[in-house]
């Protein structure tokens, strides 16, 4: 007998929404397919998941688990970055220039652009980071360092930078594949004051005669200075801070309740994505084509990933 942590009617909602969104993205947006895992990060116990729009549909992107295949983020990796900045001293009130700028690296010139193909001059971290801009997340993991930045995301639990030759400067806009279920439980630490609980899908197993095989025991760690998991919590719940890139109408609020977001949208919008919180729940989305087929040009994480995730969390926590 197997015990699991999915929470019946939390799945059930998981796999309507998915659905039901997933075909209108389909139709506007050539994006096929959809994945969701909600996870409680007081225990790290999975309280749904849905690895694809149908599993069982092969003709259609089925019999995939996208919640356990590495996937480019986008920019929902940033709130990593700015975590290990703002763990070295730097603060929310720290400016830099989003300007057009050239950086030299190994591998020849990088020069980002912000989404918007906009610069918005002097801006604050607390901009930048709710703004979601490129140029300043750039030049923020520059002053970092990607190996300061890829040493906190092993330590929340990333499985997936081993080989960290393979990182450069655009690791803060999501050059670096991460797994939805990795992803969204780290963001659950920032949800519980930098600690990470041990991601669990089963509570207890038992053998043919009752005999405990296992059984699930709360694991937890500390792997983000509290303050600092504060502070990004307080960013990506500031709906005012993001306003002016993603207006004060979006899909990364809650009616009556405060939430922490972050969305996410690789350059060539292959992935689309959506992780936010709250103390007690903290759900991630995944969007796109299993195959990799680019989707119509213009579908980003805000329109086609946050739906999905702001549907499922205000429904759960109405």
């Given at each position: 007998?197997?015990?699991?942590?999915?929470?019946?009617?939390?799945?059930?909602?998981?796999?309507?929404?998915?659905?039901?969104?997933?075909?209108?993205?389909?139709?506007?947006?050539?994006?096929?397919?959809?994945?969701?895992?909600?996870?409680?990060?007081?225990?790290?116990?999975?309280?749904?998941?849905?690895?694809?729009?149908?599993?069982?549909?092969?003709?259609?992107?089925?019999?995939?688990?996208?919640?356990?295949?590495?996937?480019?983020?986008?920019?929902?990796?940033?709130?990593?970055v700015y975590a290990a900045a703002f763990t070295k001293g730097y603060t929310p009130e720290m400016k830099l220039f989003d300007v057009e700028t050239t950086f030299t690296t190994d591998v020849g010139d990088y020069?980002?652009?912000?989404?918007?193909?906009?610069?918005?001059?002097?801006?604050?971290?607390?901009?930048?980071?709710?703004?979601?801009?490129?140029?300043?997340?750039?030049?923020?993991?520059?002053?970092?360092?990607?190996?300061?930045?890829?040493?906190?995301?092993?330590?929340?639990?990333?499985?997936?930078?081993?080989?960290?030759?393979?990182?450069?400067?655009?690791?803060?806009?999501?050059?670096?594949?991460?797994?939805?279920?990795?992803?969204?439980?780290?963001?659950?630490?920032?949800?519980?004051?930098?600690?990470?609980?041990?991601?669990?899908?089963?509570?207890?197993?038992?053998?043919?005669?009752?005999?405990?095989?296992?059984?699930?025991?709360k694991q937890k760690k500390k792997v983000v200075d509290t303050n600092v998991a504060r502070i990004i919590t307080n960013i990506l719940s500031d709906n005012d801070a993001r306003s002016f890139i993603f207006g004060v109408t979006n899909y990364l609020t809650l009616p009556n309740r405060p939430v922490a977001a972050k969305t996410g949208t690789t350059n060539n919008f292959i992935d689309a994505w959506t992780v936010g919180y709250t103390p007690s729940l903290v759900t991630g989305v995944w969007v796109g084509n299993n195959d990799n087929t680019p989707m119509k040009k213009g579908a980003d994480g805000s329109q086609i990933a946050a739906p999905i995730w702001q549907r499922f969390m205000s429904e759960v926590l109405k």
């Open positions: 007998k197997i015990w699991s942590t999915i929470d019946i009617p939390k799945q059930e909602l998981a796999e309507t929404v998915v659905r039901e969104i997933a075909e209108k993205n389909e139709k506007n947006f050539k994006a096929k397919n959809a994945a969701l895992v909600s996870i409680d990060p007081a225990t790290g116990q999975i309280l749904a998941m849905v690895g694809s729009r149908d599993y069982f549909d092969i003709e259609n992107d089925g019999n995939v688990n996208v919640v356990t295949r590495p996937r480019q983020p986008g920019s929902s990796f940033k709130p990593i020069a980002p652009k912000n989404y918007d193909g906009k610069e918005h001059g002097v801006v604050s971290l607390r901009q930048a980071l709710a703004g979601s801009l490129n140029i300043p997340s750039v030049k923020l993991l520059y002053l970092t360092g990607i190996d300061t930045v890829l040493a906190l995301a092993e330590s929340i639990g990333y499985t997936t930078f081993s080989d960290r030759s393979r990182f450069g400067l655009s690791l803060v806009l999501g050059g670096g594949e991460v797994k939805l279920l990795e992803h969204t439980a780290a963001c659950g630490a920032f949800a519980r004051n930098g600690e990470l609980f041990k991601t669990t899908g089963i509570l207890k197993v038992e053998d043919a005669e009752g005999k405990i095989i296992e059984e699930y025991k």
